[in-house]
């Protein structure tokens, strides 16, 4: 008898379990009964990206995909907290459950993915390491360097990649890298050194807004890598992955059929192509998929806008730092950024 | 067997259950943390082990007196973080010793302007930490300006924001610390064979100039002076010694707290000389500077050597707050090889073995010091 019941529980759950796949993930239930996303914030400003402005809210490109994802889970942006994290405090916060996710200009590496026990969604920014000198030096790249000094964060995976930079270039150089990033920038601006080298976003900000005279500051136009930026997950919740590289996915489909936070209820109500209308929610399968609400997209849309609006309110155009989107631009605009099929 | 006996027979049962007990405890104590920490290792899919020190590093780092490049392993970038922290540590004991000498004799002198700056030097440079000082004079010193600004001393030395630029002997780094290593067998041979002082530090002096000056005339590059002088040139100076600021800053700082604790200590020492030893001298007619050298620092120097030998140990230890300030010494060597290898414990218990064996030859040379110098009478 028991062991009919046991053969019957088998057969029962191996039926189950293509609806048990399409069922929700771990991560997001436990998001759901709490009521709140827990995010990754910063020990601080990291200007654009993470950032306290004077009201002590927070805000940047990752503040606001963490308000997006939010919506798409929770249905109302603000239902989140950002857990403040230094760079090294990241990792252990979200392997102790700490945070659901780290979204926090955080480059994938195979040691994250291998080593750390963690998972990556599609990447969402490209930025690497560049170097920015004291403009009064009249150099544009770094073979004009030669003999200079170059200061960098020590410890750091940029500072390998200047060493092997010059090395491979045959720049002849001296460098001094520091421990702490408040002592490195002041030694840059005291003219320690004559070029700092870091991640080029970084430096941008840095030189737009941080910087009194910033054209007294020249960002040299080697690209010495590129890191493809992502969000980091914990590893065994795959179901979790697919939430969030959907959430990506539908902010670039969005940018892509020029859909934005203005128009995206009446795109809901009359849209132009199926793609729309499955992304909007006008026809079903967006929810049931990733066991959600067949109009999160809609309501993150409503609620963030698209990927070109958040960059441009965080970086871009309608930012201080008026970064040019270079790279971190839709494929069809001469980027890199693409979403996976939406069929 | 008498009672006494059996009662000293059972107390030294005693003795040695309690230090076998002792002994029990702490191995359990070491074997427990090692396998505990092994246990945590493999649990977290960590490598241990020391196969990482044959490994290319990949990084740069500032300050090194032989050649290096970012394809050295980590073994050999340690040893050169190891020469940097011997480098600085001996010159700081040195230029500690003499200043602190110089400026506890003025706290001891009778002279009252002299002796007042002495005291406020000692309380000021006393009591504030030293990483607070090393930290003020590095942020000081970087805002002279880049090496186009420099403050030019008489065209031959230059001090800017990047280094001091001196005129130097013009033989390779390499060629230098050799030299350097030679000037101190000669003076570890000199201490040995007994020389007096005085002779001895002529000696000393005289044969480490010229040992310099003939290491020069031989080895130095084809058709080029004795002398190398440094020269603008792009970006930086060529030629002559570059000492880079940081180097500068910290021997400068651990010099100038060190010092104010050597001269309490020579303070105290001098202190303790009996005054019927002065009056001896001066009832014959001796000079100042003879009551000084001849009577109190030989009598002094006995109660001053072991806090001596305590304070150089610190010099040596001090030498880690280079890490606040960029300079590469062992512990910023060490530090950074940790960010970028991920071995924590093994590269700390190296740091550790390393300051320990450095810390304890110094401690033995001090004490022998100490036994040298004792009066033979008592």
Redesign the interface.
């Given at each position: 008898m028991t062991k009919f019941l046991a053969v019957g529980a088998i057969l029962a759950a191996s039926l189950a379990a293509p609806q048990m796949a399409a069922a929700q993930s771990e991560t997001v239930k436990q998001i759901e009964e709490r009521g709140t996303l827990l995010c990754s914030g910063h020990n601080g400003s990291y200007f654009g990206f993470v950032e306290v402005n004077d009201n002590n809210e927070w805000k940047g490109l990752d503040i606001d995909l963490c308000r997006a994802l939010t919506t798409a889970i929770l249905g109302d942006p603000d239902k989140n907290q950002i857990v403040p994290l230094s760079w090294a405090q990241r990792f252990p916060a979200l392997q102790s459950g700490d945070v659901d996710l780290i979204i926090k200009a955080t480059g994938w590496t195979m040691g994250r993915d291998t080593?750390q026990g963690l998972q990556f969604s599609l990447p969402y920014f490209f930025g690497g390491a560049q170097l920015m000198a004291?403009g009064d030096?009249g150099v544009t790249e770094a073979a004009e360097?030669?003999?200079?000094?170059i200061c960098v964060e020590?410890?750091?995976t940029i500072?390998?990649l200047v060493?092997?930079y010059l090395?491979t270039e045959n720049i002849e150089h001296?460098?001094?890298?520091?421990?702490s990033a408040a002592?490195l920038r002041?030694?840059y601006l005291?003219?320690?050194c004559?070029a700092f080298a870091a991640w080029g976003p970084f430096l941008a900000v840095l030189r737009a807004t941080e910087i009194d005279n910033p054209d007294a500051h020249v960002i040299l136009g080697d690209q010495l890598s590129a890191e493809p930026i992502a969000a980091a997950m914990r590893q065994g919740d795959e179901a979790f992955v697919d939430v969030v590289n959907w959430m990506l996915a539908a902010l670039l489909i969005a940018e892509e059929e020029g859909i934005t936070s203005a128009n995206v209820d009446e795109m809901a109500a009359t849209p132009p192509n199926p793609r729309v209308a499955r992304l909007l929610g006008a026809e079903p399968g967006m929810g049931e998929r990733l066991g959600m609400r067949d109009s999160w997209a809609r309501e993150m849309i409503a609620a963030v806008g698209n990927f070109g609006e958040i960059y441009d309110r965080n970086l871009g155009k309608d930012s201080p730092y008026k970064l040019e989107r270079g790279l971190n631009n839709l494929w069809s605009h001469g980027g890199v950024l693409y979403a996976p099929i939406l069929d | 067997m008498t009672a006494a006996e059996q009662l000293r027979a059972r107390a030294r049962y005693r003795r040695l259950g309690i230090q076998a007990v002792l002994v029990i405890v702490t191995a359990l104590a070491v074997w427990g943390a090692v396998t505990n920490a092994q246990y945590n290792l493999t649990r977290l899919n960590m490598t241990s082990g020391f196969a990482f020190l044959d490994r290319g590093t990949g990084w740069n780092y500032s300050f090194s007196l032989v050649e290096r490049s970012i394809n050295d392993p980590y073994s050999y970038t340690l040893f050169i973080g190891l020469l940097n922290t011997l480098f600085v540590g001996f010159i700081c004991i040195i230029t500690t010793t003499i200043f602190g000498f110089l400026i506890g004799t003025l706290r001891d002198a009778r002279h009252p302007a002299l002796n007042f700056a002495a005291s406020v030097y000692v309380q000021i440079f006393r009591n504030i930490p030293l990483i607070l000082q090393a930290i003020f004079l590095y942020a000081i010193l970087i805002h002279l300006g880049g090496p186009r600004q420099a403050v030019s001393f008489g065209d031959v030395a230059f001090l800017s924001g990047r280094g001091v630029m001196l005129p130097g002997l013009n033989v390779t780094p390499t060629v230098a610390v050799a030299i350097l290593l030679a000037s101190l067998g000669l003076g570890i041979g000199l201490i040995l064979a007994r020389t007096t002082l005085w002779r001895g530090l002529a000696i000393w002096f005289g044969g480490s100039v010229a040992m310099a000056l003939f290491a020069a005339l031989v080895l130095r590059p084809e058709g080029e002076g004795i002398l190398s002088i440094p020269v603008l040139q792009g970006l930086r100076f060529s030629g002559g010694i570059s000492v880079p600021i940081e180097l500068f800053a910290l021997i400068t700082s651990i010099t100038l707290y060190g010092s104010a604790y050597v001269a309490e200590i020579v303070r105290g020492g001098l202190a303790q000389v009996p005054r019927g030893l002065v009056e001896a001298g001066q009832a014959l007619g001796l000079s100042r500077v003879s009551i000084w050298s001849r009577i109190k620092v030989p009598m002094a120097l006995r109660s001053i050597i072991p806090p001596l030998g305590n304070q150089w140990i610190f010099m040596m230890k001090a030498t880690t707050i280079g890490i606040a300030i960029g300079f590469s010494d062992l512990f910023y060597i060490t530090v950074n090889a940790i960010s970028q290898s991920g071995q924590t414990l093994e590269l700390i218990l190296l740091l550790m073995l390393t300051f320990l064996a450095i810390n304890y030859s110094i401690a033995i040379f001090t004490n022998w010091l100490n036994a040298r110098l004792k009066l033979k009478e008592h």
């Open positions: 080593e004291h030096l360097l030669a003999g200079g000094t020590a410890g750091t500072e390998r060493a092997n090395q001296s460098m001094v890298s520091y421990e002592e002041s030694a005291a003219n320690r004559d | -």
